[in-house]
């Protein structure tokens, strides 16, 4: 199973951005996607999720109103659309893929068995 995490760069504060996750080798559709951040000498947090059927999404408080989480599974790719960017959401962005069939959300990490190498995030000032 492999995770493509893409769309990463450098945009001021305000901007937007959009980051893209394409699976292969397993079918997408069964399951849950997460993504996740880590911002330089901190640990690894949750962004957002969305549920298998795309009919549940959750994320966290910081980036609530901002972001949106979606996938396409025609396509096999799930999308995190980045609006309003702060200097503090500079990080490296990672997409997930849950455990289990037809799993809903999660904002654990244990509870995603694959992830994507990950895609930077600059936001100046």
């Known amino acids: 199973v492999q995770l493509q995490a893409s769309g990463g760069g450098v945009v001021q504060a305000g901007g937007s951005l959009r980051l893209s996750c394409t699976v292969s080798?397993?079918?997408?559709?069964?399951?849950?996607m997460g993504w996740f951040r880590q911002a330089p000498g901190k640990e690894r947090e949750f962004v957002a999720a969305?549920?298998?059927?795309?009919?549940?999404?959750i994320y966290a408080d910081s980036v609530k109103g901002r972001f949106t989480v979606s996938r396409d599974n025609a396509k096999k790719t799930s999308y995190l659309q980045m609006n309003g960017l702060k200097p503090q959401d500079t990080a490296v962005y990672y997409c997930?893929?849950?455990?289990?069939?037809?799993?809903?959300?999660?904002?654990?990490?244990?509870?995603?068995?694959?992830w994507g190498q990950g895609t930077l995030v600059t936001v100046s000032s």
């Open positions: 969305i549920s298998w059927s795309g009919t549940y999404t």
């Open positions: 080798g397993r079918t997408f559709s069964y399951y849950a």
């Open positions: 997930s893929m849950r455990q289990g069939r037809y799993s809903s959300t999660s904002s654990r990490e244990d509870d995603y068995d694959y």
